[in-house]
């Protein structure tokens, strides 16, 4: 079957790309054409023609892949034409119209490159990241996992692991061979080598995570203390509706920001008071759910009345700042016990110390994003993994020192089938549809 689609955006554009891939591509061009296929690779100026009518869709360039020289693998084509919605409409209509071919389902091109071989699962799903990046941070880390060094690092650890499993196989199958008390000892430090760099790739405060899904900011506190017009001043728009009645916020708020090219999601959440309105103590359960997984949390009051016990000392424990916010009402000194905290005075009435709110972001932003090593877990998925992996070769360590030496190559099995389906080196089929649904249709 072949399959085409819109590659570009949709809406109005200079030029709209329709990529075409599969083994009717030659045959696409030249009945739309009709004309021989042109040079691989090379941009050719064609008049592309409604196939039943014969009349005049465009004119725009056709690139033509054979394959397997392609990003597919299959013989592939791009047609360059004006960028209207009538004319792509047109463009896919007549494609539809030739025997075996079909829209393209979302990332169905980049599933064939790795189908065919051309990349590896880890490099599909930087495809994926570079595309959906909304900051420079956020760029640059797909790059580097597009480059391999992510793959190369995994797909070591793993020849590591079955090179020691040939050893472990080799004492299976010839029982009354004695291994040498060398191999018996590079074992064990081979695969507390791969163990301890695992583990050390574990450690990485999830870096990689918090770049590709944004860096999580909460703003909480109680009802009334200026949470909703600080979302508002922050992201430079009315985001939130801000009223004097108390609990007007009662879901959560989310808007993307970009902090110095930082990705940032910031969460205005419902006022915590005690409350007997059902959908506004649910709101405040959302509130404090939002605060317990958020990378930080800005923690507002009101400055007439700053009362930090109770959830609110809580909150404050751990990556937190203090915001207390109507300082232009302050009329005392503030208690030396809030002075101690992690604080910043501001008045978002008269616009006030706001630049040293977000300058505090930005510290903490910056901290949080500081790693010695190369990201390389980008996803929950490949945590898992890893994890797992972790724990079937502390299971074989356990097995081998009681010479189990049958249940200890199925862990060892096991831990490289784990680094295996990070990069997509064993049967991943069952978690290629989740990955590739998050594309869009032309890629």
């Avoid at 918090?210 to 009315?238: C, D, H, M, W, Y």
């Avoid at 759910?289 to 000392?313: H, Q």
């Avoid at 909150?315 to 009329?331: E, G, H, R, T, Y």
């Amino acid at each position: 079957m072949t399959i085409y689609a819109l590659s570009s955006g949709p809406g109005i554009s200079g030029v709209s790309i329709i990529r075409l891939s599969g083994p009717e591509t030659a045959k696409v061009i030249e009945t739309l054409t009709g004309k021989e296929i042109p040079t691989p690779r090379m941009a050719t100026l064609r008049k592309i023609n409604n196939i039943n009518t014969s009349e005049l869709i465009d004119e725009g360039i056709i690139l033509w892949f054979p394959g397997p020289e392609s990003y597919t693998g299959e013989d592939m084509a791009e047609l360059h034409v004006h960028g209207s919605k009538a004319v792509v409409l047109a463009v896919q209509e007549a494609i539809s119209n030739i025997k075996n071919c079909r829209l393209a389902e979302p990332g169905e091109f980049t599933k064939l490159a790795f189908q065919n071989g051309k990349i590896n699962l880890l490099k599909a799903e930087s495809i994926a990241d570079l595309i959906s990046s909304e900051t420079e941070i956020q760029r640059k880390q797909a790059i580097k996992i597009m480059n391999g060094s992510t793959s190369k690092k995994f797909n070591e650890l793993r020849a590591k692991l079955l090179k020691i499993l040939s050893f472990v196989e080799a004492k299976i199958d010839f029982p009354d061979e004695d291994l040498p008390d060398e191999n018996i000892k590079k074992i064990k430090i081979d695969i507390n080598d791969v163990l301890n760099e695992i583990k050390k790739i574990l450690d990485d405060q999830k870096v990689g995570e918090i770049i590709r899904e944004g860096f999580k900011i909460a703003i909480v506190g109680p009802t009334n203390a200026g949470k909703s017009s600080l979302l508002n001043n922050l992201s430079n728009r009315e985001v939130a509706i801000v009223s004097e009645i108390a609990g007007t916020t009662r879901d959560v708020v989310e808007t993307h920001l970009n902090i110095d090219g930082y990705p940032v999601i910031i969460s205005d959440t419902a006022g915590i008071r005690d409350s007997k309105d059902e959908i506004e103590k649910k709101g405040i359960r959302l509130s404090l759910k939002k605060a317990e997984n958020a990378d930080l949390k800005l923690v507002v009051v009101d400055a007439k009345s700053i009362d930090i016990k109770g959830f609110l000392n809580d909150l404050l424990k751990n990556d937190a700042i203090l915001v207390i916010n109507k300082s232009d009402l302050l009329n005392t000194k503030l208690d030396p016990k809030i002075l101690k905290l992690n604080h910043v005075l501001i008045s978002l009435k008269d616009n006030l110390n706001i630049d040293n709110l977000i300058s505090k972001i930005k510290d903490s932003l910056k901290n949080k994003f500081i790693t010695e090593e190369d990201i390389l877990i980008t996803r929950e998925r490949h945590r898992q993994h890893l994890i797992q992996c972790v724990d079937h070769l502390i299971n074989f360590l356990e097995k081998n020192e009681k010479e189990d030496f049958d249940k200890a190559a199925e862990d060892l099995r096991l831990a490289s089938r784990h680094l295996g389906m990070i990069v997509g080196k064993v049967d991943v089929e069952e978690i290629l549809g989740s990955i590739f649904n998050d594309f869009c249709i032309g890629k």
